[in-house]
């Protein structure tokens, strides 16, 4: 793969907005950089082309595997691994949300059921703040429901609700 002008700009950014999101910047880096090359990369060729550590990129790939967004292939005639990115970016996203679901959303929704269920027990309570918790908990609630059901919709179906935008709202109303 050549790191040109635009690709190099691309996995920068993708490197800079992998930290806004909690990420390791050099993990969005060669998710980026797997994500854009046309055919799968050793170890050795992401520390070339991103000048980083060989220990970085193995432990960086690691944790790409564990979020199922590389997965490792093999090329006929050579014994080294090598890694792709999912391609698709709907099959992408899908992943991405689903781990921020299991690691972020699901242990706030669990904390939040035991926070209501304690809060409402509880005497000394104002009564605004137990609303509060409850509205927080319906909120939590209703959007781990509504991932759970997109995630369900076919990427085509998908597609065409998302180009609907805002004229989806008369169908609501």
Avoid at 106 to 116: F, G, Q, V
Avoid at 124 to 140: G, I, S
């Amino acid at each position: 793969m050549k790191m040109t002008p635009a690709v190099e700009k691309y996995v920068l950014h993708w490197g800079e907005m992998g930290t806004r999101w909690g990420t390791n910047r050099t993990v969005a880096q060669i998710q980026a950089l797997l994500y854009l090359s046309p055919e799968p990369l050793r170890a050795d060729q992401i520390v070339d082309l991103l000048s980083v550590a060989r220990s970085n990129v193995s432990t960086s790939i690691r944790e790409l595997q564990s979020y199922r967004l590389v997965r490792m292939t093999h090329v006929l005639g050579d014994r080294r691994d090598y890694f792709e990115s999912l391609h698709d970016v709907w099959e992408l996203f899908r992943v991405i949300i689903e781990q921020r679901k299991q690691r972020e959303l699901n242990p706030t929704l669990s904390m939040l059921r035991d926070c209501a269920a304690e809060i409402d027990q509880e005497k000394d309570t104002d009564p605004l703040t137990k609303t509060r918790v409850a509205n927080m908990l319906q909120f939590v609630e209703t959007t781990s429901h509504w991932y759970e059901e997109i995630n369900d919709i076919p990427t085509s179906t998908l597609t065409k609700l998302m180009k609907l935008g805002k004229r989806i709202t008369k169908l609501v109303k």
